[in-house]
Nanobody, 127 residues
Framework: EVQLQASGGGLVQAGGSLRLSCTTS????????VGWFRQAPGKEREWIAC????????NYADSVQGRFIISSDNSKNTVVLQMSSLKPEDTAVYYC????????????????????WGQGTQVTVSS
């Protein structure tokens, strides 16, 4: 059984930083992508970043490019989202997810491709 456990959310002031972690279990092989999404109240789910298991290729949404960094520690089956220069508009529930069997595709922004999801962690940025 594939499981994802997200952690690290919290309350931070604008301009501050937070580190989210996503630990996976039950996945086999290297042919998958781990992505981070967020959803604010009343808004659609938004893809923000992803990283390939095989070669750690990273991709970011324009809204977080230059402020967020996604990285992986394959030995611990953990993907980290380091968030800096946080803004009130970053407030949302953040989810990690896995898209399996991706082949050569490095950038997956469509949530429909992600078969496995973590439980979400709340990030609140105060102004």
């Amino acid at each position: 059984e594939v499981q994802l456990q997200a952690s690290g959310g919290g309350l931070v002031q604008a301009g501050g930083s937070l580190r989210l972690s996503c630990t996976t279990s039950g996945l086999t092989g290297d042919d998958y992508v781990v992505g981070w999404f967020r959803q604010a109240p009343g808004k659609e789910r938004e893809w923000i970043a992803c990283i390939t298991r095989l070669d750690a290729t990273t991709n970011y949404a324009d809204s977080v490019q230059g402020r967020f960094i996604i990285s992986s520690d394959n030995s611990k089956n953990t993907v980290v989202l380091q968030m800096s220069s946080l803004k009130p508009e970053d407030t949302a529930v953040y989810y990690c997810a896995v898209a399996p069997d991706v082949g050569v595709i490095k950038r997956i922004t469509n949530f429909a491709w992600y078969n496995y999801w973590g439980q979400g962690t709340q990030v609140t940025v105060s102004s």
